[in-house]
């Protein structure tokens, strides 16, 4: 779901193997995050599970397992360093029941593409949480988010100045996994619904953006699930690194 390409090594299935089933890394990186006297701001996580699993048999990609866990699992425990955490996804919240979670949906309609979901958690986090100025946003199908991601995009945001911050890896932004000040959010729905914007990157780039890298190996921590030959991928990783 990065709206920019991430890396997905290579690989199908093996013959035989059944479409991936359902159930209810520590990366490295390449520098610590905030020190003994850097507290990290009051955040919201957001995990934007719109994400539908088309070429993977249908469903909600975040509900599928990787390693024996929901690829969703995984996120909510890199998030867990969040002060709260919310879904965004569309349709019926029961699907989420199970992970006890607020479950917000678009409020704009006939709008495809993540600033729709970004819009709406700063909009909850503005009304629910005024005291939480910041969102971290993750899609519902990395399954190897690094450990240290909201420390990190805190860091760099606060060291560069910048109001953004997001991840990237390989040379690439991943610019869904990303540090928002709620502050923007009337600039957000601005763009979104005047000017009809799509681009995430773009309209990060208009407020200034500071982008953590991690390193792409032993695996790239940003690897999403869209296609078979991903999910195969993240079987194997799972296996290899089980720690991840």
């Known amino acids: 779901?990065?709206?920019?390409?991430?890396?997905?090594?290579?690989?199908?299935?093996?013959?035989?193997?059944?479409?991936?089933?359902?159930?209810?890394?520590?990366?490295?990186?390449p520098a610590p995050g905030p020190g003994p006297g850097s507290a990290i701001p009051p955040t919201l996580g957001l995990v934007l599970a719109g994400g539908r699993a088309m070429r993977l048999g249908g469903g909600d990609k975040g509900l599928l397992a990787?390693?024996?866990?929901?690829?969703?699992?995984?996120?909510?425990?890199?998030?867990?360093?969040?002060d709260a955490v919310i879904l965004n996804a569309n349709g019926d919240p029961a699907r989420f029941a199970g992970y006890g979670l607020p479950v917000v949906a678009d409020d704009?309609?006939?709008?495809?593409?993540?600033?729709?979901?970004?819009?709406a958690g700063l909009d909850w986090a503005a009304t629910q949480r005024p005291d939480l100025a910041h969102v971290l946003s993750a899609p519902?199908?990395?399954p190897f988010l690094p450990a240290d991601l909201l420390a990190r995009l805190h860091a760099v945001a606060r060291d560069t100045g910048r109001p953004l911050a997001c991840a990237g890896s390989g040379g690439r932004r991943?610019?869904?996994?990303?540090?928002?000040?709620?502050?923007l959010r009337h600039d957000l729905r601005r763009a979104v619904i005047d000017e009809g914007l799509h681009k995430v990157g773009a309209w990060m780039d208009?407020?200034?953006?500071?982008?953590?890298d991690w390193p792409d190996l032993p695996f790239d921590p940003?690897?999403?699930?869209?296609?078979?030959?991903?999910?195969?991928a993240a079987e194997r990783l799972a296996a290899a690194h089980p720690e991840a």
Request: overall charge positive; proline content about 18%.
């Open 140 to 142: 519902a199908d990395c």
């Open 66 to 82: 990787v390693g024996g866990r929901p690829i969703l699992a995984r996120v909510l425990a890199r998030l867990a360093a969040c």
């Open 1 to 29: 779901m990065p709206t920019q390409p991430t890396s997905s090594p290579p690989g199908r299935s093996p013959p035989g193997r059944s479409p991936p089933g359902r159930s209810p890394p520590v990366s490295p990186s």
């Open 206 to 212: 208009r407020h200034g953006v500071a982008v953590a």
């Open 174 to 183: 991943h610019p869904v996994v990303a540090l928002w000040p709620v502050a």
């Open 222 to 232: 940003f690897l999403n699930v869209n296609m078979p030959e991903d999910f195969s």
């Open 108 to 119: 704009i309609q006939n709008f495809a593409g993540p600033l729709a979901g970004v819009l």
